[in-house]
């Protein structure tokens, strides 16, 4: 154990410290500020503990014991983590591989520090070490699947506030008669819309295709804007491009203060091209603060699981026979998350449909709920059948 300590301290921890602006030479190197606790990482610790104590809950009552959930728990968190980012790394490969596969695009698969997880690769990869652990172990599998079931949607209820803490899981910019949150500089949405335009005053349509070279077709232009000033109008080819790429630290610490210490506003941080050649350099004092008013996703998400788990709590009290609660969750959740992607815009559209990767999945998921859920009904009606006395 000391000899583990000893190396942990030793290599990973010289990895994972966090460098901060020197507020005494702000262009220059970082310096060291510690080991960051960020939200995203807890709120996923969080969301283990509570699935995992909800399980516990109940478990006895179907002759499983804590010990039992204990490890089977452990499984399923580490290989729906694996699977999460697999998921995650596969969806935006184009973003980890640009140059093909090399070991820094190898390094930053396994860096999830700013978040990169998809719920539907933890759901398989999850589910698929259930499968392996229940066999081993000889425990019922469509028993354990309904007693997991709430748990692992409290799990994902609780996940989803540390997307909002990160940023991830962003929703599109948000009209004034709704609900709406704004994110700082330098977050995820905040610098989708900088590359959209919805923060120069621009709002049109963004084409996601890597190769196409001005992606966003202006719909419309903000009167007075950043956007309006220098010349940009409706029908419009533009792009922006950065001139500190992924330098998103730097963007947000231009933006306020630290300590006592105010720093020029006037840095640049992108290029505004149009298609007829002409190219505008973005200084951070054109930019807000915060990003425009977007839809709380993660909220919606967060509130979708916890109804969803509740209802799959008392379900299954209902049941009629193993695997129906866990058949109800995989009816029931893909189409939540296939109605919230329609308000979601972090990811593209897949297999030349208008339709993103998870909303496919959705599809996927609720035909193999349904049939599950079939079967297991049919399959209690056939047991009650062969237990009728013979005449």
């Not at 709002?203 to 010349?231: K, M, W, Y």
Request: charged letters at 15%; glycine letters at 10%; a negative charge.
């Amino acid at each position: 154990m000391f000899l583990i300590v000893a190396a942990a301290i030793h290599f990973v921890i010289p990895r994972v410290e966090v460098l901060g602006i020197n507020p005494a030479d702000p262009t220059g190197p970082g310096i060291i500020q510690g080991l960051a606790v960020r939200g995203y990482g807890l709120m996923l610790l969080t969301a283990i503990v509570a699935g995992v104590g909800v399980v516990m809950s109940r478990c006895e009552k179907v002759n499983v014991s804590k010990d039992q959930i204990t490890q089977l728990g452990f499984w399923m968190m580490l290989c729906g983590i694996a699977g999460a980012r697999l998921f995650y790394v596969v969806q935006k490969s184009d973003q980890f591989f640009p140059n093909g596969i090399t070991l820094e695009a190898l390094a930053r698969t396994v860096n999830m520090t700013q978040g990169g997880l998809v719920v539907y690769g933890s759901l398989i990869g999850g589910t698929l070490a259930a499968l392996v652990f229940l066999k081993i172990n000889k425990i019922p599998v469509w028993r354990t699947a309904d007693l997991i079931a709430p748990g692992m949607v409290l799990g994902l209820a609780i996940g989803r506030i540390g997307c909002l803490m990160n940023g991830c899981c962003y929703g599109g910019v948000c009209s004034d008669e709704y609900p709406a949150v704004t994110f700082p500089a330098g977050s995820p949405p905040y610098m989708r819309q900088l590359e959209t335009g919805d923060l120069l005053g621009v709002t049109g349509t963004l084409d996601r295709n890597p190769e196409t070279q001005f992606p966003v077709s202006v719909e419309q232009v903000a009167e007075g804007s950043f956007a309006d000033q220098h010349g940009i109008v409706a029908g419009d080819q533009i792009r922006v491009s950065w001139l500190q790429q992924g330098d998103s630290d730097l963007l947000r610490f231009a933006k306020g203060e630290v300590g006592k210490a105010t720093f020029d506003r006037n840095w640049p941080t992108a290029v505004l091209q149009t298609e007829d050649g002409a190219s505008v350099t973005i200084p951070v004092s054109a930019l807000p603060d915060r990003s425009a008013r977007t839809h709380p996703t993660q909220i919606y998400s967060a509130i979708n699981a916890l109804l969803l788990s509740m209802v799959l709590w008392y379900f299954w009290t209902l049941k009629r026979r193993d695997g129906q609660v866990f058949a109800l969750m995989l009816i029931l959740y893909p189409i939540g998350r296939f109605l919230m992607e329609i308000v979601r815009q972090d990811e593209a559209g897949q297999l030349g449909t208008g339709l993103t990767i998870s909303q496919l999945v959705s599809c996927g998921m609720v035909l193999i709920g349904f049939t599950m859920y079939a079967f297991a009904q049919d399959e209690f009606q056939q047991v009650a059948a062969e237990q009728q006395p013979a005449h």
